[in-house]
């Protein structure tokens, strides 16, 4: 007969395919709403949480499930405000006009979505006279094959969900049956047979709402990566406690196959906690966005993830062995947090899909833990999810994950960079009243961001001047980098957000062929996506990087502060290319002075 593991397993393995195929055809576009919408999905970890919370198992399982229910609960919450916030922004120009009748287009089918998921709950809650189990609980319970049910139509709501990203045009829609289907598993969990109490539920659900929704809403659109970071850490978290918790109630009845589950599910969860957040502090520039090295790095983390899985070993074997449990969640809290110590703020997108992906794994094993088949397909959605995304970036960097992660990259080479930008040659400088004398004529201006704007919180700026050109007659092509700014995507949202329409925005493939005819490209605070070396300098370390290749068009104004360098730390060819110009300056500042001198 095939066991609960096996049921399991296969399970996993079909979603994470399903899930490769759907998320390979998310655009780079929609790439940071996939990250927020994955960790939101991911949430439904709240599921178990409640569990743990509400039933009789042990005071302690109650208080770390009640955090495990609010941390869980911000995730879901936060998630799914968040992602609607920004892709309510992307739009096209024709959206910006026909708002009455996208309107009236999502009505039905949000009527639709509501009833089905009424009908549901009431046929469960029905259902619930019907199960054994539930006698003498504080209510009817509900039968579990009604609750496995309600669990199928929730994970394909969810799968239509992530489907939907694959075009902005359906991405709101899609988020809405992933909500749907959210709310039906949440609710139904809610008259699961073992929970016999709903006050810690109650404050915890209450806790992670408030704090989701406050971040959710008030976060500002260039704090999203960090944002992500903290909501991995807080969904590891949750899968870590509710681990601890179900540790300690099985005791020595625990088998060797859910002690590995369990195992699995505290060592990612721990070390995810404790690197995203330290990821979520770099990005916030609480710590120094520098690789923080030292001798022996890589060698004493490779003993340490040793002693880890030697434990772990040990505990197969030896379940009820209780200190080495605890030693071992200790350790792989310390390695999460030693693990992102070398690696520079602007690598933390690798870093932060990568603990997407492990969070999804944790929340998996949590699933095999709980025997909860929905927790194992979102959380091997998610995994898939944060691996792709890890991939794709590193293959737009041309570096290896390895080297993202080990090779503690921006250190060695800011070095470098200081020594070698002084014998490049002349750099021309240029000021706002000079543009208009360069633009006369122009057709064509192609406007190049990168993580300058976002620090400057320019982007509003830019989409004015692009507007402003616009009007002039000129065409306006916006070129994204897949890696420009900190996180997949990055550019794209904050233009969004200045409603910038997203047929403006051309990804780096799309863009080159066009850049041999700008007559200008104008570059926003982007530095190491443009480095010519990258494709002519063997000994660069950007060399071999596919960069958007302004230094192609006629003129290239750059808006910068400094010569200094960028994430990369080498100095940038183009700054001494003789069609290139420097207007220093901060971005939004000049911004502003550039459309002064304009109008
Ligand atoms: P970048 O190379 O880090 O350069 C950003 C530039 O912005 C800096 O040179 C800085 O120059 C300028 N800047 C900062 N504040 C500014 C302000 N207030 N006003 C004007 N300019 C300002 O950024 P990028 O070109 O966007 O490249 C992204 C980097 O991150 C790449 O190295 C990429 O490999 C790495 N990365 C990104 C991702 C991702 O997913 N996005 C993933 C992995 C790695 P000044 O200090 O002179 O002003």
Same mark, same amino acid.
């Given at each position: ?22 998320? !390979?055809?998310?655009?780079? %576009? ?7 919408? !994955? ?10 949480? %409640? ?22 609960? +911000? ?37 639709? =979505? ?12 029905? +259902? ?50 992933? @909500? ?33 929704? +406050? ?22 978290? =949750?899968? !870590? ?15 060797? #196959? ?48 040793? =002693? ?8 197969? #074997? ?20 030693? %693990?992102?110590?070398?690696? *520079? ?115 509003? *700026? ?6 402003? %050109? ?46 041999? @005819? ?70 939004? @500042? ?5 459309? +002064?001198?304009?109008?």
């Amino acid at each position: 007969m095939t066991s609960d593991l096996e049921i399991g397993l296969y399970i996993f393995l079909l979603a994470g395919f399903l899930g490769y195929h759907i998320i !390979t055809r998310v655009p780079p %576009l929609l790439h940071t709403p996939l990250m927020s919408a !994955t960790n939101a999905i991911s949430g439904i970890s709240l599921i178990g949480s %409640l569990v743990v919370t509400g039933a009789d198992y042990s005071p302690l399982s109650t208080i770390l499930g009640t955090i495990a229910v609010a941390c869980s609960s +911000t995730n879901v919450v936060g998630g799914f405000l968040i992602t609607d916030r920004m892709l309510k922004m992307f739009k096209r120009k024709d959206d910006q006009v026909d708002r009455v009748g996208q309107r009236l287009a999502a009505g039905p089918i949000l009527w639709g =979505a509501v009833t089905v998921a009424v009908v549901v709950l009431l046929i469960v809650a029905g +259902t619930g006279r019907l199960d054994p189990g539930a006698a003498g609980r504080a209510h009817g319970g509900v039968s579990h094959q009604a609750l496995s049910f309600l669990y199928i139509i929730s994970a394909l709501l969810f799968i239509l969900g992530l489907k939907g990203l694959s075009s902005p045009r359906w991405a709101r829609k899609g988020m809405f049956a992933a @909500e749907l289907g959210m709310l039906m598993a949440i609710v139904g969990t809610l008259f699961h047979h073992e929970i016999v109490s709903y006050r810690w539920i109650a404050v915890g659900i209450a806790a992670g709402s408030i704090v989701g929704a +406050t971040m959710g809403l008030r976060i500002p659109m260039t704090a999203v990566p960090q944002r992500t970071a903290l909501s991995h850490s807080l969904g590891a978290l =949750a899968a !870590t406690l509710v681990g601890i918790s179900e540790y300690i109630r099985q005791g020595s009845a625990l088998s060797a #196959v859910t002690m590995t589950a369990i195992g699995f599910e505290v060592i990612i969860g721990a070390l995810t906690f404790t690197g995203s957040l330290m990821a979520a502090a770099k990005l916030q520039e609480l710590l120094r966005g520098a690789p923080i090295t030292y001798r022996g790095q890589n060698r004493s983390n490779m003993a340490l993830l040793l =002693a880890m899985g030697g434990l772990f070993v040990a505990l197969i #074997v030896v379940p009820s062995a209780n200190t080495l449990f605890f030693v071992m969640v200790g350790l792989a809290l310390l390695f999460g947090f030693l %693990l992102v110590l070398p690696i *520079g703020a602007a690598d933390m997108p690798v870093v932060i899909a990568l603990l997407n992906a492990y969070a999804g794994l944790a929340d998996a094993a949590m699933g095999f833990v709980l025997a909860n088949r929905i927790q194992i397909i979102t959380g091997s959605l998610d995994g898939t999810s944060g691996f792709l995304l890890s991939l794709l970036m590193c293959r737009a960097m041309n570096r290896s994950a390895r080297n993202v992660l080990f090779g503690a990259f921006g250190r060695v080479e800011a070095e470098a960079g200081r020594d070698e930008s002084v014998a490049k040659g002349t750099v021309r400088t240029i000021v706002p009243d000079e543009v208009p004398g360069l633009l006369d004529g122009a057709r064509s201006v192609i406007i190049v961001p990168g993580y300058g704007m976002a620090v400057a919180q320019a982007q509003h *700026g830019v989409a004015e001047l692009g507007k402003l %050109l616009a009007k002039r007659g000129i065409d306006v092509k916006y070129a994204i980098h897949p890696v420009a700014g900190r996180m997949p995507g990055h550019m794209n949202v904050l233009l969004a957000e200045a409603n910038v329409p997203y047929d403006q925005l051309f990804e780096m493939e799309q863009i080159n062929p066009y850049f041999g @005819e700008a007559d200008l490209a104008l570059v926003i605070g982007a530095n190491d996506v443009t480095n010519p070396a990258a494709r002519k300098d063997r000994s660069s370390p950007l060399y071999g990087m596919p960069i958007l290749e302004v230094d192609r068009a006629k003129s290239v104004i750059v808006l910068k502060r400094s010569m200094r360098p960028g994430f990369a730390g080498v100095d940038n060819d183009l700054y001494y290319n003789e069609n290139c110009m420097m207007l220093f300056g901060d971005a939004r @500042e000049s911004l502003t002075r550039l459309f +002064t001198a304009l109008k």
